[in-house]
């Protein structure tokens, strides 16, 4: 994916507000990906057929938090780098 980065100017928000808004976004999918892993499917839930296939749905959401916590965090250094 080309990333469209937020760039500083003087009619936008300024470097420290835009770089604090991304910080937050990231704390935020952080604390979500920490909880969301806690709580996996438990085989216990589920037949034995639909075990895998629950896992492997809940990893998939997980793994979209995580490639979201990246590109946050490209961002971020982007912002840095202005």
């Avoid at 300024?14 to 806690?38: A, G, H, M, P, Y």
């Amino acid at each position: 994916m080309n990333i469209i980065y937020p760039k500083i100017n003087m009619n936008g928000d300024t470097k420290e507000k835009l770089r604090r808004q991304f910080e937050d976004n990231v704390f935020q999918i952080v604390d979500t990906i920490e909880v969301l892993s806690k709580n996996m499917p438990n085989g216990r839930n589920y037949s034995k057929e639909e075990y895998k296939e629950a896992r492997q749905q809940y990893q998939k959401h997980l793994d979209n938090l995580i490639d979201a916590h990246k590109y946050m965090m490209e961002i971020i250094e982007k912002i840095d780098e202005q």
